[in-house]
Structures are given as structure tokens and as C-alpha cells.
T-cell receptor
Framework: QKEVEQDPGPLSVPEGAIVSLNCTYS??????FMWYRQYSRKGPELLMY????GNKEDGRFTAQVDKSSKYISLFIRDSQPSDSATYLC????????????????FGKGTHLIIQP | DVKVTQSSRYLVKRTGEKVFLECVQD?????MFWYRQDPGLGLRLIYF???????EKGDIPEGYSVSREKKERFSLILESASTNQTSMYLC????????????FGQGTRLTVV
């Protein structure tokens, strides 16, 4: 079993829809959870991060972490064509938990397409 | 504005060539990373460095080496390029700590022919 599972998609939805992106993980040491957005032919950029369980909202984006289920989600409200990108979840523990030198363990990314 | 700069956006090299990919960050970060990204496989860590002249193997170090002579610069070296090293290469840096962001470069699309 991979440490972090993420459906690669593509996920195609109409403009204005609510999008739900998800990752599951197996390492209970993970404490920090992040979502990166990567546009085509660009490097990933941090979109949101949360610590431990709970919700975090930033504009149209909401990140949720359920540590009991080892499940994280990113919701996008009122989706726009400019949201079309690959979304990568990433996570790490307080102490070294793989991914190298205080680094991150990434999901494979979900390719999201918002249709105008 | 924080910046991680990779020396080339696109490279085409021949099989057997020695290839250097350069990465420079201007944020005084201790940690630097090299990943490759392939469709269906996601980001895979090749090597990382947590200090000058220090390096550690990641998940897929075979066929690669690295150099970190200065804190701001981390180089990835393909000793003898092969076609299966055709990929997108991403450099990242971050400070040590739990909730700190990893900053990525724009990536280098390497094609080995």
C-alpha cells in the first residue's frame, strides 16, 4: 500500500460546480497536511496547509483533515476555468517521517478540468 | 518575493552525455530537494541536502548524483544520461520545521534522445 493515495483523474466539472479532491494516507505520524496547485508546465505552489485535524477556509477553498479516518479533502466552491490544474496533496510528521530531511510525502496529483 | 530558479526550462541531450541541472534559491533555506515528475508516478524524490556539502539519497537515486558547495545552489548530475531519464525535474527548498512551505522551481523538462 502506498503511503499516500490520490485519484489521478482527470476530473472534469462545469464552471460554478463544487469540486471535492481527496487523499488517503496510512502513516499515522503525519501531522501537517498541504495542498499544492500545479499549472501545466509550472512548478507546484502551496495552496493551503492545515495542522492536525479540522477545517481551514481561504476564500473559495476549504481544506479538511480527518485524522481518525486518515483522509484529507480540498473543496473548491464556485469553480472557475482558472482553477484547472493538477492538485497535489502533501503531508509530513513533526519528526522525520520519510520524504527526506524534514521533507514531504506527496500524492500523485489529481488533474482537474473546469469546463467554461 | 521568494524564488527558486532552475537554470533551464527545456533541455535535449543525447544518450551517454553528462548532464548538469542547476538550482539556486534566494531564501537562505537549509534544505533543498530534487524530484522528478512523471505521468502516473507523481513526484519522486531523487536526492536532498540539509546543509552545505551534505546529501542524502531519496527514493530513486540510481543514475544521479548531486552537489551542494554553497547553501543557495544545489546541482543534479546525470552521470550518463539514458532515455528513461526523460522527465520533468523539479527543485525545491524549505527551511527546517513542521509547517513551512516547500518552494518549487519552474521545472526543467529534460528529453534524452
Amino acid at each position: 500500500q502506498k503511503e499516500v493515495e490520490q485519484d489521478p483523474g482527470p476530473l472534469s466539472v462545469p464552471e460554478g460546480a463544487i469540486v471535492s479532491l481527496n487523499c488517503t494516507y496510512s502513516n499515522s505520524a503525519f501531522q501537517y497536511f498541504m495542498w499544492y496547485r500545479q499549472y501545466s508546465r509550472k512548478g507546484p505552489e502551496l495552496l493551503m496547509y492545515t495542522y492536525s485535524s479540522g477545517n481551514k477556509e481561504d476564500g473559495r477553498f476549504t481544506a479538511q483533515v480527518d485524522k481518525s479516518s486518515k483522509y484529507i479533502s480540498l473543496f473548491i466552491r464556485d469553480s472557475q476555468p482558472s482553477d484547472s490544474a493538477t492538485y497535489l496533496c502533501a503531508m509530513k510528521g513533526v519528526m522525520y517521517s520519510g520524504g527526506g530531511a524534514d521533507g514531504l510525502t506527496f500524492g500523485k496529483g489529481t488533474h482537474l478540468i473546469i469546463q467554461p | 518575493d521568494v524564488k527558486v530558479t532552475q537554470s533551464s526550462r527545456y533541455l535535449v541531450k543525447r544518450t551517454g552525455e553528462k548532464v548538469f541541472l542547476e538550482c539556486v534559491q534566494d531564501m537562505d533555506h537549509e534544505n533543498m530537494f530534487w524530484y522528478r515528475q512523471d505521468p502516473g508516478l507523481g513526484l519522486r524524490l531523487i536526492y536532498f541536502s540539509y546543509d552545505v556539502k551534505m546529501k542524502e539519497k531519496g527514493d530513486i537515486p540510481e543514475g544521479y548524483s548531486v552537489s551542494r558547495e554553497k547553501k543557495e545552489r544545489f546541482s543534479l548530475i546525470l552521470e550518463s544520461a539514458s532515455t528513461n531519464q526523460t522527465s520533468m525535474y523539479l527543485c525545491a527548498s524549505r527551511v527546517t520545521g513542521g509547517n513551512t512551505e516547500a518552494f518549487f522551481g519552474q521545472g526543467t523538462r529534460l528529453t534524452v534522445v
